[in-house]
């Protein structure tokens, strides 16, 4: 699943939100680029700390940028992010021998022998790479198109990087050794001939075509192609701004190095927000995904409650008291203790649901249900409907004494409720008629099922007798009844 999500990163559709975000950006980068154009030759005051921090920055972003690049083509396998992770490591890269060979910044010179072309030298390699490397990103995703890549491949991404290495290598190296056969572009620190000469044109043409072709081919139909839409816009005004911008330190070239900030930033900052966007529905999920399993535990407990108790009196169903008669009688024989098994029920009931209605009956089971269970003798003795308006109870470790004691309990407490029957001949309210049955300790069975059949056949019979002698009584079974 997070293979999944960083495989989407940033090929998430973008949305109306997050375009209107991106045209806003894109809007400012130019309004203010737009505004100080006509003033980019003035000359500002030279602030030897900016060129250094601004490198700083850029290379942070830009490698960092890289990296994450690097990371979505290892997620993913997609060529285009392949060549796009190069695009901004060469542009991360480039800039060190820049900033190492830029006059008066380490030295008056510039370090490594640099002559006064080298530096603008690498700044045009450095604008004619990145737009290079978006343009070869859009031809690998039109690859990408006719013929799918789904796997990344280590290799091919250290040799990727390898490549990067050794051109920008080469390109240092010919910048500083065959700087005399160079065009001059910079003379005493003016732009001026960057912009007669073909190469300054050419490189602001090559820029603007590839954020036109990014947005004619890609539309920022995803959160990575809006947002490199804008990052190559503000490297084309980075581009026009020093053209324009007449020499080094001026109002245009300052703006300039902004615009290469912005370009470098916006990746990696839409990234984080995708990062944290995408973490804060992960957690939403995570949450709704606890709450969904704890209504669920909810509901199956529920469930499994429903499934063992009776719905109408509350107590234990059929299907639990057959569950709990076969565990507690190999329960009582294994720990050779005596087991009982009331069987109960309610004298005349047709007759009370005849003259007082069903409504009122099922009123009367509820309270006698309750009335049983309340004068149960322990904590493991159960209370069980047993079908219609006969109930049971199991009475673990309770010998033949104990189990009419019980029984009698719970006969007294129902007839003392007093619930109305006048149509029983038994008496003029509510009353029980008890069978019990106690297994000894000694009497062993293998067939464990024909042992409950036993138990509550031999109680039934019992009820039977209760019955037969005038009912509202309760009548231990005794072989003499066979």
Same mark, same amino acid.
């Given at each position: 699943?997070? +293979?999944?999500?960083?495989?989407?990163?940033? @090929?998430?559709?973008?949305?109306?939100?997050?375009?209107?975000?991106?045209?806003?950006?894109?809007?400012?980068?130019?309004?203010?680029?737009?505004?100080?154009?006509?003033?980019?030759?003035? *000359?500002?005051?030279?602030?030897?700390?900016?060129?250094? &921090?601004?490198?700083?920055?850029?290379?942070?972003? +830009?490698?960092?940028?890289?990296?994450?690049?690097? !990371?979505?083509?290892?997620?993913?396998?997609?060529?285009?992010?392949?060549?796009?992770?190069?695009?901004?490591?060469?542009?991360?890269?480039?800039?060190? /021998?820049?900033?190492?060979?830029?006059?008066?910044?380490?030295?008056?010179?510039?370090?490594? =022998?640099?002559?006064?072309?080298?530096?603008?030298?690498?700044?045009?390699?450095?604008?004619?790479?990145?737009?290079? =490397?978006?343009?070869?990103?859009?031809?690998?995703?039109?690859?990408?198109?006719?013929?799918?890549?789904?796997?990344?491949?280590?290799?091919?991404?250290?040799?990727? #990087?390898? &490549?990067?290495?050794?051109?920008?290598?080469?390109?240092?190296?010919?910048?500083?050794?065959? @700087?005399?056969?160079?065009?001059?572009?910079?003379?005493?620190? *003016?732009?001026?001939?960057?912009?007669?000469?073909?190469?300054?044109?050419?490189?602001?043409?090559?820029?603007?075509?590839?954020?036109?072709?990014?947005?004619?081919?890609?539309? =920022?139909?995803?959160?990575?192609?809006?947002?490199?839409?804008?990052?190559?816009?503000?490297? !084309?005004?980075?581009?026009?701004?020093?053209?324009?911008?007449?020499? *080094?330190?001026?109002?245009?070239?300052?703006?300039?190095?902004?615009?290469?900030?912005?370009?470098?930033?916006?990746?990696? #900052?839409?990234?984080? %927000?995708?990062?944290?966007?995408?973490?804060?529905?992960?957690?939403?999920?995570?949450?709704?995904?606890?709450?969904?399993?704890?209504?669920?535990?909810?509901?199956?407990?529920?469930?499994?409650?429903?499934?063992?108790? +009776?719905?109408?009196?509350?107590?234990?169903? *059929? $299907?639990?008291?057959?569950?709990?008669?076969?565990?507690?009688?190999?329960?009582?024989?294994?720990?050779? @203790?005596?087991?009982?098994?009331?069987?109960?029920?309610?004298? #005349?009931?047709?007759?009370?649901?005849?003259?007082?209605?069903?409504?009122?009956?099922? $009123?009367?089971?509820?309270?006698?249900? $309750?009335?049983?269970?309340?004068?149960? /003798?322990? !904590?493991?003795?159960?209370?069980? $409907? %047993?079908?219609?308006?006969?109930?049971?109870?199991?009475?673990?470790?309770?010998?033949?004494?104990?189990?009419?004691?019980?029984?009698?309990?719970?006969?007294? &407490?129902?007839?003392?409720?007093?619930?109305?029957?006048?149509?029983?001949?038994?008496?003029?309210?509510?009353?029980?008629?008890?069978?019990? !049955?106690?297994?000894?300790?000694?009497?062993?069975?293998?067939?464990?099922?024909?042992?409950?059949?036993?138990?509550?056949?031999?109680?039934?019979?019992?009820? %039977?007798?209760?019955?037969?002698? =005038?009912?509202? #009584?309760?009548?231990?079974?005794?072989?003499?009844?066979?």
């Amino acid at each position: 699943m997070i +293979d999944k999500m960083t495989d989407q990163l940033l @090929q998430i559709p973008s949305t109306r939100k997050q375009a209107g975000a991106a045209l806003l950006a894109a809007i400012l980068i130019i309004a203010v680029s737009l505004s100080v154009l006509p003033f980019g030759d003035q *000359r500002l005051i030279t602030i030897q700390a900016f060129l250094p &921090a601004f490198i700083a920055w850029f290379l942070f972003a +830009d490698l960092l940028t890289a990296h994450m690049l690097f !990371s979505q083509y290892r997620a993913a396998g997609n060529l285009s992010i392949l060549f796009l992770a190069a695009t901004y490591l060469f542009t991360g890269l480039i800039i060190i /021998p820049h900033i190492l060979t830029f006059p008066g910044v380490f030295s008056v010179e510039g370090l490594l =022998g640099a002559g006064s072309q080298t530096a603008v030298w690498l700044w045009v390699t450095w604008h004619v790479g990145f737009p290079i =490397g978006i343009l070869s990103y859009l031809l690998a995703g039109q690859f990408e198109k006719n013929k799918p890549v789904n796997s990344s491949s280590t290799w091919a991404a250290a040799a990727m #990087c390898v &490549a990067v290495l050794l051109l920008v290598l080469i390109t240092t190296a010919i910048t500083l050794f065959f @700087q005399d056969s160079l065009p001059v572009l910079v003379d005493q620190g *003016r732009f001026t001939k960057l912009m007669t000469h073909i190469v300054g044109p050419l490189v602001w043409l090559l820029n603007i075509s590839a954020a036109l072709l990014l947005w004619a081919v890609k539309q =920022g139909r995803t959160v990575l192609n809006l947002w490199l839409t804008v990052a190559v816009l503000a490297v !084309s005004l980075d581009v026009t701004l020093t053209i324009f911008a007449g020499s *080094r330190y001026s109002l245009g070239w300052y703006m300039a190095r902004v615009n290469s900030l912005v370009s470098a930033f916006i990746i990696i #900052c839409a990234i984080v %927000y995708e990062v944290n966007r995408l973490y804060i529905r992960l957690a939403k999920h995570q949450k709704e995904l606890l709450q969904s399993r704890e209504e669920l535990y909810t509901l199956n407990d529920e469930l499994y409650r429903l499934s063992q108790l +009776d719905g109408l009196t509350g107590i234990a169903n *059929r $299907r639990r008291f057959d569950e709990l008669l076969a565990k507690q009688l190999q329960e009582s024989e294994a720990s050779a @203790q005596p087991f009982s098994l009331l069987l109960l029920d309610i004298d #005349c009931f047709k007759a009370y649901n005849d003259h007082y209605g069903h409504q009122m009956g099922d $009123r009367v089971l509820k309270q006698t249900a $309750r009335l049983i269970e309340d004068s149960l /003798p322990s !904590s493991t003795a159960t209370a069980a $409907r %047993y079908g219609g308006e006969e109930f049971a109870v199991l009475l673990p470790d309770m010998d033949h004494s104990q189990t009419l004691h019980a029984a009698e309990v719970i006969r007294a &407490a129902v007839e003392k409720a007093a619930i109305v029957h006048e149509f029983s001949p038994a008496a003029p309210y509510i009353t029980l008629s008890i069978g019990t !049955s106690t297994q000894n300790p000694q009497s062993k069975s293998a067939n464990r099922m024909a042992e409950a059949e036993i138990l509550v056949k031999q109680a039934d019979q019992a009820l %039977y007798s209760s019955k037969e002698n =005038g009912r509202n #009584c309760v009548t231990a079974y005794s072989s003499a009844m066979i």
